[in-house]
């Protein structure tokens, strides 16, 4: 097959990413790349800690965060208000858990694909009473739909579930999750860790309550951030008992008498977040801003494409969805011992990774038909080996 050279967007964007020179990287879905722009913001941070200490420091982070809130709202279709800034997922859906009461409706209705914090978490709050409900996949790829419309009903008080799912790539659908869920009178928690950046989201339109995701993968923002949607309507209904004094309503008070939560998603934030991150994030999300989802999703299922035809064409067959409309990142290629594979591809210069009983591969916007095909050469030879 041949290798053609890369499409425009591509080629324009691969210098900002100078990590792309050192490996033939296909691992976004653990880690976005590092580029320019995020290394510039994380040295602009260590510039104002150095010049200013601790003499404007909350006025320049403050406002670092108040841009990563409306940059984050943007690409969600939600509002600056509605995002509160958290270190990660486990964190963020510990603060929901806090604000949960499980006496009247107990269950939590969670996936078997689901990523491991989430049914963790309700498993974590049994001693307050929540009940999970794990159900089950058919083909480890997805969830049909009929099993959330059979398991939610009138003792559901929360479904928690993911958009995009991180050991398939299925793109769940989360409007009719949440329907389901409403109409149940439950509420409706949704993890797009693998989903804000590389698709489109929506909140408003798929009406869910809560919705999280974060820097590490498709946002190119790195680690040590994570945000989290709260419906507006929702958040003054909620009281976390996992708090501290960036939830207060005037956190400069200091006043240790009185806690006023505040009315906005602020209230879910226990205190000062990994600032370095959130620079980083900035810069991320303005290139995913600059580029546009929806451009980056049609370059990035094209390389998913063409990805599967050259694995296909090697005789190597990928678990994937029968609808291809429905994926989106994360090709999972199904071998004997996935951890030797990918060490030693490592030491060819080819980063991937691998969940039990899979290689997970992951192309984004950056990578090259090319390297889909070094790294197609790559698994052979390993596999050969
Ligand atoms: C879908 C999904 N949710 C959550 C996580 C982990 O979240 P955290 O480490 O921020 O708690 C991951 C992987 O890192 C993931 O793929």
Same mark, same amino acid.
């Given at each position: 097959?041949? #290798?053609?050279?890369?499409?425009?967007l591509t080629a324009?964007?691969?210098?900002?990413?100078p990590?792309l020179?050192?490996s033939?990287?296909?691992?976004?879905?653990?880690?976005g790349?590092?580029?320019?722009?995020?290394?510039?913001?994380?040295q602009?941070f260590?510039?104002q800690?150095?010049s200013?200490?601790?003499?404007?420091?909350?006025?320049?982070?403050l406002?670092e965060m108040?841009?990563a809130?409306?940059r984050?709202?943007?690409?969600?279709?939600?509002?600056p #208000?509605?995002?509160a800034i958290l270190?990660s997922v486990?964190?963020a859906?510990?603060?929901? &858990?806090s604000?949960?009461?499980?006496?009247?409706?107990?269950?939590v209705v969670v996936?078997?694909?689901?990523?491991?914090t989430i049914?963790y978490?309700w498993m974590?709050?049994g001693?307050e009473?929540?009940?999970?409900r *794990?159900?089950?996949?058919?083909?480890?790829?997805?969830?049909?739909?009929?099993r959330f419309a059979?398991?939610?009903?009138?003792?559901?008080?929360?479904?928690?579930?993911?958009?995009v799912?991180f050991?398939?790539?299925w793109?769940?659908?989360?409007?009719?999750?949440?329907?389901l869920?409403?109409?149940?009178g439950?509420?409706? *928690?949704?993890?797009?860790?693998?989903a804000a950046?590389?698709i489109?989201v929506?909140?408003k339109?798929a009406?869910?309550?809560?919705?999280i995701?974060g820097? *590490?993968?498709? +946002? +190119?923002?790195g680690?040590? $951030?994570?945000?989290?949607?709260?419906r507006?309507?929702?958040i003054?209904?909620l009281?976390?008992t !996992?708090?501290?004094?960036f939830?207060?309503?005037d956190m400069f008070?200091f006043?240790p008498?009185?806690f006023e939560m505040?009315e906005?998603?602020?209230?879910f934030?226990?205190?000062t977040?990994?600032?370095?991150?959130?620079?980083?994030?900035?810069a991320?999300m303005?290139?995913?801003?600059e580029? &546009?989802?929806? !451009?980056i999703?049609a370059?990035?299922?094209?390389l998913?494409a063409d990805?599967?035809q050259?694995?296909r !064409?090697?005789?190597?067959?990928?678990?994937?969805?029968?609808?291809?409309a429905r994926?989106?990142? $994360?090709?999972? *290629?199904?071998?004997?011992?996935?951890?030797?594979a990918?060490k030693a591809?490592?030491?060819?210069?080819i980063?991937?990774?691998?969940r039990?009983?899979a290689?997970r591969?992951?192309?984004?916007?950056?990578?090259t038909?090319?390297?889909?095909?070094? +790294?197609?050469d790559g698994?052979?030879?390993v596999?050969r &080996?």
């Amino acid at each position: 097959m041949p #290798h053609p050279t890369p499409n425009s967007l591509t080629a324009r964007w691969r210098p900002e990413f100078p990590g792309l020179e050192r490996s033939v990287y296909m691992n976004t879905c653990s880690l976005g790349q590092l580029s320019r722009r995020s290394m510039d913001g994380m040295q602009r941070f260590q510039e104002q800690w150095l010049s200013y200490g601790a003499s404007a420091w909350y006025e320049l982070w403050l406002g670092e965060m108040a841009d990563a809130r409306a940059r984050f709202a943007r690409l969600i279709n939600a509002q600056p #208000h509605e995002i509160a800034i958290l270190p990660s997922v486990g964190v963020a859906l510990s603060v929901i &858990g806090s604000s949960l009461d499980f006496s009247i409706r107990p269950e939590v209705v969670v996936t078997e694909l689901d990523f491991p914090t989430i049914p963790y978490q309700w498993m974590a709050r049994g001693e307050e009473g929540a009940e999970l409900r *794990l159900l089950a996949s058919t083909d480890r790829v997805q969830v049909p739909l009929e099993r959330f419309a059979q398991a939610i009903g009138p003792r559901t008080g929360l479904v928690a579930t993911t958009h995009v799912l991180f050991t398939s790539g299925w793109v769940q659908e989360i409007a009719a999750i949440a329907r389901l869920a409403h109409d149940a009178g439950s509420l409706c *928690l949704v993890d797009g860790y693998q989903a804000a950046g590389q698709i489109p989201v929506d909140v408003k339109a798929a009406d869910v309550d809560v919705y999280i995701s974060g820097g *590490l993968k498709w +946002l +190119l923002g790195g680690p040590g $951030i994570v945000f989290m949607y709260v419906r507006e309507e929702l958040i003054p209904q909620l009281h976390p008992t !996992t708090t501290g004094w960036f939830a207060a309503k005037d956190m400069f008070k200091f006043n240790p008498e009185r806690f006023e939560m505040a009315e906005d998603a602020r209230r879910f934030e226990p205190g000062t977040p990994a600032v370095a991150a959130v620079y980083a994030a900035n810069a991320g999300m303005s290139i995913i801003e600059e580029i &546009g989802v929806e !451009t980056i999703r049609a370059r990035t299922a094209k390389l998913d494409a063409d990805l599967i035809q050259r694995l296909r !064409t090697a005789g190597l067959e990928p678990r994937l969805p029968g609808d291809m409309a429905r994926h989106a990142g $994360i090709v999972m *290629l199904p071998v004997d011992a996935p951890a030797a594979a990918v060490k030693a591809l490592k030491e060819r210069g080819i980063i991937i990774d691998y969940r039990p009983g899979a290689l997970r591969l992951s192309p984004y916007f950056y990578n090259t038909e090319a390297e889909n095909q070094a +790294l197609v050469d790559g698994i052979v030879e390993v596999l050969r &080996g």
